[in-house]
């Protein structure tokens, strides 16, 4: 067992779906940074109270890290913001990517520091998998760095497969810890399963009317069910996760698990979870952040095969 668990993390692979994630996060985070910067709510998010801003930063006992090396200037949330920015951008083209990937994880924290409320579960998801992709090899593909270094958009180096590894299980944590969390009467079978329709209900978050919400009211708690099973059967995908990259081996359930693909079907539910999210709620970029990983569930060489094509 602890053989094959080494194999399976010293793998080496192309570096194409961890570059697709690098540039698809970028993305997702330059957007939701300049929707900050056009409707004009960086100063009052992240300035301190004496500059108009709603951060107390300044009586604290301990002061963001920013402000703590380059003082408390008029200037310094814009600052803050642009430094975040900038290293997104750079990240996403991939120019110097390790140490942009550094650099925005440090410049993101300072931002989370300065103003707690606005940190939110998708902030702390992308710095945690920035972090694993600055420890990678995305930088080989679709990146300047390959470019300066080969003059080609890939450099021809497989990479190790760790991170993109790293990424699922990252990923099937987020998934099973969010359907154990699900215990309430409001979506669980023995109450009333309007956990979907509440939240559609809400202003804040939900995009449909309330006529046509009272009208599938049905719907909504079909959509209940079905959310709460499929985050409940993460464990089973984690393990039909494993029964794919170990098909060789014998097995019943490993056999049936893989004739059935139950992997594949498990995520294209979730592509469907997260695009109905994005056309019913409002959700920030959450549902985007978390689409721009699932290029990390399967293979490169898969996504070739379907594509029909070479990297």
């Not at 900050?36 to 709510?41: E, G, P, S, V, W």
């Not at 140490?99 to 606005?118: E, K, R």
């Not at 991170?163 to 998934?175: K, S, T, W």
Request: net charge positive; aromatic share 14%.
């Amino acid at each position: 067992m602890m053989g094959t668990w080494v194999q399976i993390w010293d793998r080496r692979e192309p570096p194409h779906v961890l570059a697709a994630i690098r540039v698809l996060l970028a993305i997702v985070v330059l957007v939701d940074l300049l929707q900050l910067a056009r409707f004009d709510l960086v100063v009052p998010l992240y300035a301190d109270v004496s500059e108009g801003g709603l951060a107390q930063i300044m009586g604290r006992d301990q002061l963001p890290w920013a402000y703590r090396l380059l003082g408390d200037g008029p200037r310094m949330a814009t600052l803050c913001w642009a430094v975040t920015a900038i290293s997104a951008a750079m990240f996403g083209v991939g120019l110097w990517t390790r140490i942009a990937g550094f650099a925005f994880v440090l410049a993101s924290a300072n931002l989370a520091q300065i103003m707690p409320p606005t940190d939110r579960a998708i902030d702390a998801l992308v710095r945690n998998i920035v972090l694993i992709l600055s420890c990678s090899g995305c930088h080989r593909a679709w990146a300047i760095d390959a470019w300066l270094r080969t003059r080609k958009w890939w450099d021809g180096c497989d990479v190790p497969s760790w991170p993109r590894l790293l990424i699922v299980a990252q990923m099937l944590i987020l998934y099973g810890s969010a359907g154990f969390k699900k215990v309430g009467l409001s979506w669980t079978p023995i109450g009333d399963l309007s956990a979907i329709y509440l939240t559609l209900s809400d202003p804040s978050f939900g995009l449909v009317e309330g006529s046509m919400l009272d009208r599938f009211y049905w719907a909504t708690q079909l959509t209940t069910v079905a959310t709460w099973t499929w985050e409940w059967l993460t464990p089973i995908a984690a393990f039909a996760w494993w029964c794919r990259a170990t098909r060789a081996r014998p097995g019943r359930v490993r056999a049936f698990l893989n004739r059935t693909d139950f992997w594949r079907r498990w995520v294209i539910i979730g592509v469907l979870f997260h695009v109905g999210t994005i056309l019913t709620m409002r959700l920030g970029m959450f549902p985007f952040g978390t689409l721009a990983l699932y290029p990390a569930f399967f293979h490169p060489n898969e996504w070739r095969r379907w594509f029909g094509s070479k990297p």
